[in-house]
């Protein structure tokens, strides 16, 4: 069995609402969805997560065609290493990881297809029946809160996630709405991205935790130099995340020696392949750490990849990250399991186990062209306060 093409497309699907956070404004997902086809006629899909520009991942994607066609599908990691050092991706490593993921994310299916067998038997087997994800929470007033907090009670959610670090003042009123919603056995989880300084950190997140009993804190003040984390885990009784820093496999290999948190929030695409995430969460279990898949926005194809990977996991903890609460759609024949509750089961299918709908692919490459991609940071602030709108720099 041999690759014969490597096809990509960019899609533009949106959200139900806007997603708000200290880095980001945004009402949807750009990916790039890759296709490979074998000389035997397997089909497998990827998809490829976005960073900052879209456009650079599928030009990495395309860049990448002469180092996948023509070769085993099995040789997987072998492809990863040629496309780091002859091919030069060593030296853009992030982007590198970012395209390279969602074209290994095809590779496993396509394998798995041709055993008969799910990507979690070929990753050892399951160690659980399933995975848990949060319920996400829009930042808005308290009263919304309210109301998102008896939805997710109703829909059975045990991890309320939060993003913060915009306006604590706004967020201690949604904290107290949504534990007087939620009450005393959910637990609440926020996400700062990095924008406390470190006696902030101490002042909120002690205040905080007194009060409202915090879960964990991700990312509360800047990861860089891994001292400030170090230095605020001596001074809080929060458990802390990491999720900034974990940018390539040296950086995650670094900071999980470093025992500077809790739990770590990454994903196959931080480091490039499944087998890359799946090594360094089994040596995060042996520094004691305990795993939160990430996303920053993903489709039907990245989630059921990840959902394999957490079922093999010895650390992986409950409240796993998802934006399928979100979407208005997605690219699948049929709809995953957390786009309405919180669990998620094995997935029993060969390779990824999922079915892509190529018309919607179509339609939202379509929607994409026309419209181009959703930026990040629409209705924030830039330098000296002005408002950043699409097309200008921030």
């Known amino acids: 069995m041999r690759i014969a093409r490597l096809e990509a497309w960019t899609v533009r699907v949106p959200y139900k609402r806007e997603e708000t956070s200290a880095l980001i404004n945004r009402g949807g997902i750009t990916e790039v969805i890759v296709k ?37 599908p099995w040789d ?47 990753l050892g087997g399951a160690l659980r029946d399933s995975a848990e994800y949060f319920y996400y929470l829009e930042w808005s007033s308290a009263k919304e809160i309210a109301r998102q907090a008896k939805d997710g ?13 915009i306006d604590a003042k706004r967020e201690e009123e949604m904290l107290e709405a949504l534990r007087d919603g939620i009450g005393p056995d959910g637990r609440i989880r926020i996400d700062i991205n990095q924008s406390w300084t470190g006696p902030e950190a101490v002042r909120l997140l002690t205040r905080w935790h007194e009060r409202f009993g915090i879960d964990f804190c991700e990312g509360p003040v800047r990861i860089d130099p891994i001292e400030n984390m170090l230095d605020l885990r001596r001074q809080v009784r929060v458990p802390l995340c990491v999720n900034e820093g974990l940018w390539r496999e040296a950086d995650a290999w670094r900071i999980i020696k470093s025992r500077c948190g809790d739990y770590l929030c990454f994903s196959p695409y931080w480091v490039g ?39 093999t996991l010895p650390n992986a903890a409950d409240g796993h990250q998802q934006t399928a609460q979100l979407m208005s759609d997605d690219i699948l024949r049929t709809r995953i399991p957390i786009a309405d509750k ?9 390779g990824l186990g999922i079915e892509v709908d190529e018309d919607k692919v179509r339609r939202y490459h ?14 924030k602030t830039g330098p000296q306060g002005a408002t950043i709108t699409p097309g200008e720099e921030p």
């Not at 072998?78 to 993921?101: E, S």
């Not at 309320?160 to 670090?165: I, N």
Request: aromatic residues 10%.
């Open 36 to 72: 490979l086809t074998t000389d035997d006629g397997l089909v497998g899909w990827g998809e490829c997560t976005r960073a900052a520009d879209t456009r650079g991942i599928a030009a990495a994607v395309d860049a990448m065609r002469p180092l996948v066609e023509g070769r085993d």
């Open 366 to 379: 379509e929607a994409y062209l026309e419209h181009g991609e959703f930026a990040t940071y629409v209705g």
């Open 273 to 311: 392949s499944i087998a890359r995430f799946h090594m360094l969460s089994w040596a995060a279990h042996l520094e004691g750490w305990q795993v939160v898949k990430h996303t920053h926005g993903e489709l039907g194809i990245a989630a059921a990849a990840c959902q394999h990977v957490l079922l």
């Open 76 to 122: 997987k990691e072998a492809m990863h290493r040629d496309l780091a050092i002859p091919a030069l991706w060593a030296f853009q490593p992030m982007t590198g990881n970012f395209a390279y993921a969602g074209i290994d994310m095809a590779l496993w299916d396509l394998c798995g297809k041709e055993c008969g067998q799910p990507l979690y038997r070929m």
């Open 153 to 165: 009670r109703k829909k059975g959610y045990s991890v309320y996630y939060l993003k913060g670090g």
């Open 342 to 350: 919180p669990v998620w089961g094995r997935i029993e299918g060969a």
